[in-house]
């Protein structure tokens, strides 16, 4: 159990010193370099996958299979990468042609800020297509997003949680931990950590995914702003009200998918009661079956007196 503490516990102790959690992150372990914003360039973004650990792609090196979705720039697909060590199996998000370059920067930037990550429980990086159609290639994750997995495992109503389901659970709520533990300590800030950014490999593991400041305007769980597209129901009253996001929202955030993880997918309120809900005091109560100690984890990340309204810190 010790293990899902070392994010949250770490972060929500460290709240009231704002700089003890950059300094210190996570047990002090050395993630390598801090986080580098990406360019706001197209060009000067090409400079930066040079040499990076990742390769260079060309169309001919990635072969698409099956189409997997639709997003704001273009489409996903399943396919195959060949390169020296062999063929293996990627996810690609490829750009439509018809856009323009404002959305293809956004689009480049998220290749940007992923060549900067390297670990287990964060999504991984092929590589970059930049001549046209441009495409990323990353990791492919068989079993798809956390949220529809857990809804395929949700049990019928009249069931409790098999004991060999809550560990599975409990293993989804340490690698997400593991996975933002690295994110806070590369001072990265998500924004938008929820079960359906969460991937789910073959062998049911989770991989923290879409890191990209674009998001679906149709999709119900965001409100648009003046600032930009925010998830309601997983984002910190700080964040909603002043736009101040942090490590410490992202902490919030983590104890929504927490939530999303023991109540199996389950969205108790809308997006306007949530915001409504929330300012008077209100939490969740605990799913069916959570364990108290992850509970406590959860009421510790959504604690208002460790998520300063100082809007003068705004990112």
Known sequence: MESVYEYA???VNAMEDEQKIYETPCDDED???????????????YETFEGKRFCKLFNRD?????????????????????????????AVKQLSNDVNNKDKLRFLQEAAIMCQFDHDNVIK??????????????????????????Y??????????????????LKFCQEIAAGMAYLA??????????????????NCICKIADFGMSRDLLNENYYITSGGKIPVKWTAPEA?????????????????????IWSMGYEELSGAETVQKVDTGYRLPPPPGCPRTIYRVMIKCWHPDHHSLDRSQSY
């Open 152 to 169: 395929i495992m949700r049990p019928s109503s009249q069931e409790t949680l098999h004991p060999k389901l809550s560990l599975l659970l």
């Open 185 to 202: 300590g590369k001072q990265f800030v998500h924004r938008d950590l929820a079960a359906r950014n969460v991937l789910v490999s073959k």
């Open 9 to 11: 516990e770490h972060a």
């Open 125 to 150: 990086l092929y590589g970059v297509v930049t001549e046209a159609p441009v495409m990323i290639a990353l990791e492919y994750m068989s079993r798809g997003d956390l949220r529809n997995f857990l």
């Open 240 to 260: 909603l009200h002043y736009q101040k996001y942090s490590i410490q929202s992202d902490v919030w955030s983590y104890g929504c998918v927490l939530y999303e």
């Open 31 to 45: 993630y390598g370099p801090i986080y580098s914003k990406p360019p706001t360039q197209v060009e000067k973004i």
């Open 62 to 90: 990635i072969k698409t299979l099956k189409h997997l979705g639709s997003g704001e720039f273009g489409v996903v697909t399943h396919g195959v990468l060949t390169n020296v060590n062999g063929e293996f199996e990627v």
